[in-house]
């Protein structure tokens, strides 16, 4: 079955935020009923922060069982968790300090170490919480990511998965390193796979700074080399995209 695409404009980043924040609370409450556990892989950069921070107050805060919310994240960087550049110290003061996750349900990305060493860490800790210790990522409920928060770059990254990067073409690992065209360059990211057997994939784009790349992922011809967003088609899944309406300017078909 191939993924389902559904692009949601928004008029304002605001409104992304507001409607995303909807999208996170809905799959967390299904999640929780169907299997007792939501797991989330967060996305780092900007533009998710105001979502954190949304799902950190009133009226979301109370609507999510944070008790049953397990935490990801599709990549980091490799730094300390106290970097300003760490995925993990961004989502920790903008939702995670704020909400009662369970500590041991927090599975950071160790970008403290070498980031090979932090990749094969992390694979392993996904393998476990998945029940999946060998073979590819399982498209079921219970063995998959819930939801994957994705941003995309103006150059069409996704994660850290970067154009024309070896990494892009990987199916047997779920987890890799890279050293990519962005400050820092050492990241952790999962891969192609394990992001494309989750439930929904959701992707947040604000800005004008992203309307030619938008149009080119979402309209253009398919080049997942040159625009690794495109590689993103959960196999059991949806992908949502959340945009506003200054990234949402040249698309033709919206
Ligand atoms: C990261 C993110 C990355 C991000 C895009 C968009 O670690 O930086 O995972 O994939 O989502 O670069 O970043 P902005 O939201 O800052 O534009």
Known sequence: MSAIVDVDVQPSADAVMRAAAEQVVDAAVGAARASGRFAIALAGGATPRQLYTLLATPPYVARVEWRAVHVFWGDERGVPPDDPASNY?????????????????????????????????????LRAAFATPTGPPRPLAGARLDLVLLGMGDNGH??????????????????????????????????????????????????????????????GPRDPAALPAQLVAPTNGRVRWIVDAAAAAQLTKC
């Not at 154009?163 to 990211?189: F, G, K, M, N, Y």
């Not at 989750?198 to 992203?210: C, H, I, Q």
């Open 89 to 125: 110290r961004m989502a920790r003061a903008t939702l995670l300090a704020q909400v009662s996750v369970a500590p041991e349900h927090v599975h950071r990305i160790h970008g403290e170490e070498a980031p090979p060493v932090a990749a094969t860490a992390y694979e392993r800790e």
């Open 158 to 219: 996704t994660a850290s998965l970067f154009p024309h990067s070896p990494v892009l073409d990987e199916r047997q690992r779920w987890v890799v390193a890279d050293h990519v065209d962005a400050t820092p360059p050492a990241r952790v990211t999962l891969t192609a796979p394990v992001i494309n057997a989750a439930a929904l994939a959701l992707f947040l784009v604000v800005g004008a700074a992203k309307a030619a790349m938008l149009r080119r992922v979402l309209e």
